[in-house]
């Protein structure tokens, strides 16, 4: 007969959080401030602007390049005048036409080309032809058929838009699961609505890219065309503004102007296609 073994009762005991020691490390204060996207790049803009204000020290040559704290006076001076917000002002005013135009032309075309071959055929051929080609060298001929004035700068502004960003939607329609097509069909969504309800929403990453891609397209073709010859009913642009301040010599005017397109470019992107991002693609988790 075998002898029966008894097991040793085994008790257990609930600890508190106190017998584990810290579990997690409280962040420091430089921790938290590191931890903060936007100071760590107003950081990196303040080191940019420190050694901008060395070199023109260092340079001594305000004619070449002057020192940041010069460029930041005249920027000043010019807005506290109006010069600039007046100046800004025409340019933006352009641009928006510009850019909602293109971007309008641009979903048509996006939409032709995913409901028949033809309109992808077309698609694809005419990026293939105009979206290489610079918006700039458009130029003389936009000066001729729409004369010296918003036309022309809003007819180049269509074309540097349209493209690029007809090429990121279709490009985020055609990478579109099969499965998201099919819960669109199952609810018997056709035409439009399909692309309204399924296919922008899905394809909204690649649409946003598009957008800034198209942005800054735009932003760039607008103030090379006002250097160029920058007069919009009489009223120059940023690039005229430029222009004109390289004429005179007033080159911390210039640096003002381009401070002021950066700034311009800053807000934008860190206002309004971060606001975008953070009530689409990232309330959708389509983005960390």
Known sequence: MLDTVQRPNIYSETLGPEQFGIIQKPLTLVEKIYNQTWIRKIF?????????????????????????????????????????PTRALSSIQVLLVGFATGTTLAGLLTVFAISTRIGTDFLETMTAMFNPLPAIALLPLALIWFGLGAGSLVFVLVHSVMWAVALNTLAG?????????????????????????????AAFPSILAGLKIGWAFAWRTLIAAELIFGVSSGQGGLGWYIFESKNQLNIPEVFAGLLTIILIGLAVENVVFRFIETRTVQRWGMQS
Do not use: C, H
Not at 60 to 73: G, I, K, M, T
């Open 44 to 84: 990196i803009l303040v080191m940019l602007a420190g050694a901008w204000e060395i070199y023109g020290r260092w340079l001594d040559n305000p004619l070449l390049v002057p020192p940041f704290s010069a460029a930041v006076q005249a920027l000043i001076a010019d807005v506290a005048d109006g010069t600039i």
């Open 173 to 201: 329609f055609r990478g579109v699961s099969t499965t998201v097509r099919m819960v669109g069909r199952n609810y018997n969504l056709k035409g439009l609505r399909f692309v309204g309800r399924i296919l922008i929403p």
